[in-house]
């Protein structure tokens, strides 16, 4: 609650990103560390372990990893139960400020808006699309060489929210990932009113999609820059049929990365059969040869699989419809046909990412390898990811156009149900 300088009360609603709460202070944005029971449980027990290590020291006498163990687990038992954090975003002076302390925020240090560009949405790398809300996910304060943590949360939906804020009040781009930078033109939409939400019944009527949840902006138009020319080499069709835009997503081809992959699968494949070749004839005993055989059949399937997913990969292809009811994805793979419909009110982005695909099984560094992909961000719902295997820069050009394409017939459309 805050005066307005009239006798009246004004509640600025707090929201929770992680174990962080924020909210708008007049023209201040304030992100403050929140302890939980559970952090002040786990702080206390840490002050009871570094209470009976001194103890074990005492009667054991001096051991330098006990110390050691003993300072660690004092220091976390103080962290979590009487440390606080705080970051203020002052519009009017520009300066971002970070408070931290035992108990009370006895250090600071600020920062001036000036020197940073964007506000960035990093997520962690998952396993698949299938579940957006696993993700680990911090908001940052982001800058040409550095980036200022602001807060953290396992809920993308939460650190979104944060991030958007953000990013409206301080008049920065919002860039989720590695990719495009939204700008503030395209966060800012009005709130979704009734008229609005039978507006978007209409639109969405033939897709079995459900209109965006009440408390969230109406669908924005997607506004983008006009569309350059394709890049040097691109593969990427657009066509017209019948008063609907066609975007053709070729196969990969046998890239680098799943060149990679399939000679992972071939040295998976022949070392069994090498082996067996060689050690059998030999007439080793039967304890030993019971023993290898599963090892090789193992190593066989491995091969097998990551083959098969490579196969899948290379082939791939994908159909993008640009209506004025939305999207239509059409995956063909190995003469399958898989088709995903996503209604226009539905979309909150489309932007091309690093994310981990299907088929893509080997690479750089431990986990699911990433590549650049093309992104559909959605209201509700996981992400959906196409184009595993093919150049950022078609992807990116493709991005470009199928916001331009969907923003004007989504527009047309909106102007015609307006007129009648």
């Known amino acids: 609650m805050k005066g307005d300088g009239r006798g009246l009360l004004v509640c600025f609603p707090m929201k929770h990103c992680g174990s962080n709460r924020w909210w708008f202070d007049d023209a201040k944005l304030v992100i403050r560390r929140e302890r939980g029971p559970a952090d002040v449980f786990k702080g206390l027990v840490s002050l009871?372990?570094?209470?009976?290590?001194?103890?074990?020291?005492?009667?054991?006498?001096?051991?330098?990893?006990?110390?050691?163990?003993?300072?660690?687990?004092?220091?976390?038992g103080l962290y979590a139960t009487l440390g606080v954090w705080e970051v203020s975003l002052h519009r009017v002076t520009g300066r971002a400020s970070w408070r931290w302390g035992l108990g009370w925020p006895f250090f600071s240090r600020e920062k001036a808006v000036?020197?940073?560009?964007?506000?960035?949405?990093?997520?962690?790398?998952?396993?698949?699309?299938?579940?957006?809300?696993?993700?680990?996910?911090?908001?940052?304060?982001?800058?040409?060489?550095a980036s200022e943590l602001l807060a953290g949360s396992d809920?993308?939906?939460?650190?979104?929210?944060?991030?958007?804020?953000?990013?409206l009040h301080l008049r920065r781009g919002l860039q989720v990932d590695d990719g495009r930078i939204r700008p503030v033109e395209e966060l800012e939409s009005p709130d979704r009113t009734r008229a609005r939400a039978e507006l978007e019944a209409r639109l969405l009527r033939g897709f079995e999609a459900p209109p965006a949840p009440a408390g969230i902006p109406g669908p924005r138009s997607l506004p983008a820059a006009p569309v350059s020319p394709p890049p040097p080499g691109c593969r990427v069709l657009v066509h017209v049929e019948r008063e609907q835009r066609v975007v053709e997503l070729p196969a990969p081809g046998w890239v680098g990365a799943y060149r990679l992959q399939a000679f992972v699968c071939a040295v998976l494949l022949l070392l069994p059969v090498g082996f067996g070749a060689y050690l059998y004839p030999l007439g080793l005993s039967g304890g030993l040869i019971a023993m290898m055989t599963p090892l090789l059949l193992i190593l066989l399937g491995l091969g097998g699989f990551f083959w098969r997913r490579?196969?899948?990969?290379?082939?791939?292809?994908?159909?993008?419809?640009?209506?004025?009811r939305g999207l239509e994805l059409v995956r063909t793979r190995r003469g399958e046909h898989k088709t995903t419909r996503l209604a226009a009110g539905s979309i909150r982005d489309i932007d091309v990412r690093e994310h981990a695909g299907e088929t893509l099984r080997v690479g750089n560094g431990a986990g699911r390898p990433s590549c650049p992909m093309l992104i559909i961000e959605r209201w509700e719902g996981p992400l959906v990811a196409l184009g595993e295997g093919l150049p950022r820069e078609e992807l990116e050009w493709t991005a470009a156009r199928l916001r331009e394409e969907l923003a004007a017939l989504t527009d047309a459309r909106r102007q015609e149900l307006n007129a009648g």
């Open 155 to 167: 809920s993308y939906d939460e650190a979104l929210e944060l991030a958007e804020a953000v990013a």
């Open 114 to 145: 000036s020197d940073t560009d964007r506000v960035r949405l990093v997520s962690a790398n998952t396993e698949s699309s299938s579940s957006v809300s696993a993700r680990t996910c911090q908001v940052e304060l982001a800058g040409v060489t």
């Open 48 to 76: 009871a372990v570094s209470a009976g290590l001194v103890f074990l020291l005492t009667k054991m006498g001096l051991d330098l990893q006990i110390v050691f163990y003993a300072l660690a687990a004092f220091g976390y």
């Open 310 to 324: 490579t196969l899948q990969g290379v082939g791939t292809t994908w159909r993008i419809t640009v209506s004025r």
